[in-house]
């Protein structure tokens, strides 16, 4: 790998695999810091999970509809500022969710002031705030070590320096809860049969985990859960998530990157056991080449790059064999429905929150139609015309079915019908308000975004997940490095741009 960037040097020349955020992140970062870089799009839009797409005068968002890490020294406020570019406009979402149970009307509102969220939970949940305060403690300690930007999980002495250097004495607190979920932090605080905060934990920590309360690790669940608390927030974007992208985007090609859209990379060229370079198609003009590189970033699921390099070589070394057999052990990733609504202004409630997450059924799963996360617009944010709104909402699912299914198109249907009548007991939905509906599958998500099977929100944050022993940015080829959602730490807009930062430091201490 080049020794350095500068005193006329080659600069080093980076192919990016994937045009999401963490990619378009990694990539922008890259090229500001003097590299030469392509990154390779399979779809014809980019922006992955997080982008948009139009229809009879709405704009919907694909996946991803809030943000975090936008106030002063979060991460997107971090790296736009050294892009050297402005934010996208937007406006802090208060409350960030409002809840409903099973059978309830009044819902829970998790407020951004800390005393408002204090004092709705302490009466949501009588007797629990050891519970909040032991969540506070712990997420003033591990977001005072985050932002020291340690590598997690440390693959080589660089990386243990670093995160040497980023304990304090004050992280100490979080040693006894490394290796405990929210669950077992619940038993212990004798809230493990308290119903009402279980579930409600359930549906938030299911949202930023993809795990529940007894599977998430505790220290991934008390930043998860404090998020949305000032001085941190989470935001509605004007306009919609697509101006990350963009912005992105223009940040690239400002400073020589280039950005290919529907072009496949088919596979990963490696020699003596570092990267060389990718090989990409263009399937509407059948080109191929292989693009030289000294460092690949794949901004791909881990299950997708697993099948890159299980193709590269017949008899792959043991480093790869061992990655690919750990990925095949995670457990199932969910995939998620979801259905795009654009209906009359007149179908939304007055003073109707931002996202609202409902539960049907206490016996129920989480998914499947008996939970939905909705996110609505606002008047006058770019997602509709005057007088109209969008609605979103989403279901996590078992991928399986969908691909196992005999009848497809049935499937789909019953799903979207129930998703429309349960809705129907909040929004005004009717044909006459109703302007506009379709619905995504993992299927869908699969064609447009490439993920494997349409998984969606990357690896559940278990305590064997989690930090220490999380998926590393560092892959077993010298030169191929991994961002996304499925690294720490592992979900949002936030996490995957935190990853592409941590690459990014990770390839320029290589340099030095």
């Not at 500001?32 to 980019?46: D, K, L, M, P, S």
Request: with cysteine.
């Amino acid at each position: 790998m080049p020794s350095s960037l500068s005193g006329g040097k080659k600069p080093l020349k980076v192919a990016v695999i994937g045009a999401g955020i963490g990619g378009l992140t990694a990539g922008a970062l890259l090229a500001h810091r003097g590299c030469q870089v392509t990154v390779f799009e399979q779809g014809a839009i980019a922006g992955g999970c997080a982008s948009t797409f139009k229809r009879r005068g709405f704009t919907f968002d694909v996946g991803a509809t809030q943000v975090a890490g936008l106030e002063p020294g979060g991460i997107h406020h971090r790296i736009f500022s050294e892009l050297g570019i402005d934010l996208p406009a937007a406006t802090p979402c208060d409350p960030a969710c409002a809840v409903y149970l099973p059978g309830e009307t009044t819902p829970i509102q998790v407020w951004r002031n800390p005393q408002k969220w204090a004092a709705e939970r302490q009466q949501q949940f009588p007797g629990s705030e050891p519970f909040w305060q032991l969540l506070t403690t712990l997420f003033r300690a591990s977001w005072g070590f985050q932002s020291r930007d340690p590598i997690l999980p440390a693959q080589d002495p660089r990386d243990w320096w670093q995160l040497i250097q980023a304990i304090r004495p004050d992280t100490l607190v979080t040693v006894p809860f490394t290796l405990l979920t929210v669950g077992d932090a619940l038993r212990l605080l004798g809230l493990g049969n308290e119903r009402r905060l279980r579930t409600f934990l359930d549906l938030q920590l299911k949202l930023y985990s993809q795990v529940n309360a007894e599977e998430t690790a505790l220290l991934y669940a008390a930043t998860a859960l404090s998020l949305s608390q000032e001085p941190q927030g989470l935001f509605h974007l004007q306009g919609s998530m697509q101006v990350l992208s963009d912005r992105l985007i223009a940040t690239l090609e400002r400073d020589g990157g280039k950005l290919y859209l529907r072009s496949t990379v088919e596979g990963i060229v490696t020699e003596h056991g570092r990267v060389t370079g990718v090989k990409v198609r263009q399937p509407s003009t059948g080109k191929v080449w292989t693009e030289t590189a000294d460092c690949v970033i794949a901004n791909l699921t881990v299950q997708n790059l697993a099948q890159l390099l299980g193709d590269a070589s017949q008899n792959p070394p043991f480093k790869i064999t061992s990655f690919i057999h750990q990925v095949e052990k995670l457990p199932p990733a969910s995939g998620a429905f979801i259905v795009y609504l654009g209906v009359d202004q007149s179908a939304i409630p007055a003073n109707c929150p931002p996202h609202l997450q409902f539960l049907y059924n206490y016996d129920g799963v989480i998914g499947e139609n008996n939970s939905l996360f909705v996110s609505v617009s606002h008047p006058g944010d770019g997602r509709s015309p005057a007088g109209k709104a969008t609605i979103i909402a989403s279901s996590f699912v078992d991928v399986q079915p969908w691909w196992q299914t005999a009848d497809y198109p049935s499937l789909k249907q019953q799903y979207t019908e129930q998703a429309i009548a349960r809705l129907s007991e909040f929004f005004h939905l009717t044909p006459n308000t109703i302007v506009h509906q379709e619905a995504a599958t993992p299927r869908t998500f699969a064609r447009y975004t490439a993920r494997e099977q349409g998984i969606v929100g990357g690896i559940g944050q278990r305590v064997a997940n989690f930090g220490l022993f999380g998926i590393s940015n560092r892959t077993p080829i010298q030169g191929l490095w991994l961002v996304g959602d499925s690294t720490h730490p592992g979900e949002g807009t936030a996490g995957v741009s935190y990853s592409a930062l941590t690459v990014v430091r990770q390839i320029f201490n290589n340099l030095d």
